[in-house]
């Protein structure tokens, strides 16, 4: 009977020269003097890198993104094949659109952002993240326009999915870094026409998540066009400065007047109720959420009731 050799555990991979290669780059990423040029990069294998824990890794991955200039960071990160292993939604980007089809490198607009964003961990792992939808949202149309549509939603997906579990992220952040994603779009669709109501309507469903999201929405702008990165930039300003008015304002003024209970319970005939209670809590929630203005005369919110009987049971 043929007996078969004994298999011997084979020697453990040593992630030494992996987590040196992460410094490098974290170094480049620092703007740390004396560290190797990029012509000259620190490379280690995969199995090497898969080696590294996971704190060493993010701690060397969040370094370089707060660093003065991520952007080398980045290209270093790439040069050590620590990208492929670690982000390769993020590795995918390298050399995807570089004209061929009509649009910007999404990999050298990525870095850009990342180094035009504010240092805040969530904000640069945002502008690392917010376009790894696009590989797989293009279309081209036939006359060679090339659109992303949804990439937004299937980033965010991709993040919570795949890329968020793998680095360890977790509670605020996580959620910081998703909403980052999912939302990236939505201030720099803002434009003059947003009534009050609009602005209010966006500023609360953002939330605490507002300013990393204006200041993401200014770092995306990497137009090489003056007059485009202008108005993009005015564009963001502009809403900014309307959400704060509107905030100030709010701040100066009751959201309902005082009185209403007794003129609604005159305009419709109510006895002094609960009902009362719950049309004022109904319509305080229509002003939170920007549906309805606050700090106007009791006519105002009758008119609202009036249009909207049948939903306030009246």
């Known amino acids: 009977?043929?007996?078969?050799?004994?298999?011997?555990?084979?020697?453990?991979?040593?992630?030494?020269?992996?987590?040196?290669?992460?410094?490098?780059?974290?170094?480049?990423?620092?703007?740390?003097?004396?560290?190797?040029?990029?012509?000259?990069?620190?490379?280690?294998?995969?199995?090497?890198?898969?080696?590294?824990?996971?704190?060493?890794?993010?701690?060397?991955?969040?370094?370089?993104?707060?660093?003065?200039?991520?952007?080398?960071?980045?290209?270093?990160?790439?040069?050590?094949?620590?990208?492929?292993?670690?982000?390769?939604?993020?590795?995918?980007?390298?050399?995807?659109?570089?004209?061929?089809?009509?649009?910007?490198?999404v990999w050298k607009h990525t870095k850009q952002v990342v180094l035009q964003s504010v240092p805040r961990l969530a904000v640069r792992w945002g502008s690392l993240l917010h376009d790894i939808g696009k590989v797989k949202t293009r279309s081209i149309e036939p006359s060679g326009e090339v659109h992303f549509f949804g990439h937004s939603e299937v980033g965010a997906a991709m993040f919570r999915k795949r890329v968020g579990q793998r680095l360890g992220f977790e509670g605020e952040t996580f959620d910081r870094i998703h909403f980052l994603i999912l939302h990236h779009l939505r201030a720099s669709q803002y434009d003059a026409s947003w009534t009050d109501s609009a602005v209010r309507r966006f500023s609360k469903?953002?939330?605490?998540?507002?300013?990393?999201?204006?200041?993401?929405?200014r770092a995306d702008i990497t137009t090489k066009r003056p007059e485009k990165r202008k108005r993009g930039l005015q564009q963001i300003s502009e809403l900014s400065a309307c959400i704060r008015k509107l905030q100030e304002e709010d701040a100066k003024r009751p959201p309902l007047p005082k009185g209403l209970g007794l003129e609604v319970m005159a305009a419709f005939g109510l006895p002094p109720s609960k009902k009362i209670g719950d049309l004022f809590k109904a319509l305080e929630a229509c002003v939170e959420a920007g549906e309805l203005e606050g700090g106007h005369d009791a006519a105002h919110y009758l008119e609202f009731l009036r249009a909207n009987a049948e939903r306030f049971g009246l």
């Open 1 to 105: 009977m043929e007996t078969k050799p004994i298999e011997t555990p084979s020697e453990p991979i040593d992630g030494a020269p992996a987590l040196a290669a992460l410094r490098w780059a974290a170094d480049h990423g620092c703007g740390v003097e004396g560290a190797p040029a990029l012509t000259s990069p620190l490379r280690a294998s995969a199995a090497q890198h898969r080696a590294v824990t996971l704190e060493d890794a993010r701690a060397e991955l969040d370094r370089l993104l707060l660093g003065k200039q991520p952007d080398e960071g980045l290209e270093a990160l790439r040069l050590t094949g620590a990208l492929d292993v670690w982000l390769p939604e993020v590795a995918s980007l390298v050399g995807f659109g570089d004209g061929e089809w009509r649009h910007k490198d």
């Open 205 to 217: 469903e953002m939330g605490e998540g507002l300013v990393d999201l204006l200041d993401l929405s």
